[in-house]
């Protein structure tokens, strides 16, 4: 069940991923604590987990990077970076609580690119041009961690059902 709406979760800038990792981690220990699965063999074996937190380990590292990166990558200065970071997650949570999920992907790019361009601006001889651009870069950043969230959470999804599925 949890397999199902995770990726729904990842949306909402949530640990979705987190989320799918401990329920498979929980329903092979409690399995074999209390002897539910049938001849002691896991529900989802063991390569499976670790693809799962492989998987979410990866999502994490995008996550945390990838406002980053987009600033970076258009010349913003390591406030504007950092700034990005926290004014992606500010904005999410903004954002959610007016329109969930369209509005914490909206506002996750507007809160990084937002926060990245101010910040920017306040560095030795940056326009406004200048900045606006290290915020374009920010937001960019913020939608392809949530587009690589996304599809790394479909696919441990589909490995995780799939797997129990076999496994009956």
Avoid: Y
């Avoid at 693809?51 to 990558?73: H, Q, Y």
């Amino acid at each position: 069940m949890v397999a199902v709406f995770s990726p729904a979760v990842v949306l909402l800038s949530l640990p979705g991923l987190w989320l799918m990792t401990l329920a498979a981690l929980l329903a092979n220990l409690a399995g074999s604590w209390f002897g539910l699965w049938p001849q002691e063999v896991p529900i989802v074996s063991w390569w499976v987990f670790a693809f799962l937190l492989l998987c979410t380990i990866a999502s994490d590292i995008v996550d945390w990077t990838a406002g980053i990166v987009g600033a970076r990558r258009m010349g913003g200065t390591r406030g504007a970076m950092f700034a990005a970071f926290i004014g992606g997650i500010a904005g999410a949570i903004v954002g959610t609580g007016f329109l969930p999920i369209i509005g914490t992907l909206i506002g996750g790019a507007i809160g990084a690119g937002l926060a990245a361009t101010l910040v920017h601006r306040t560095a030795p001889e940056q326009t406004w041009k200048r900045s606006a651009k290290v915020g374009a870069g920010a937001s960019a950043g913020w939608f392809v961690a949530i587009i690589v969230k996304f599809v790394l959470a479909m696919i441990c999804a589909l490995t995780l059902i799939s797997s129990a599925w076999f496994s009956w």
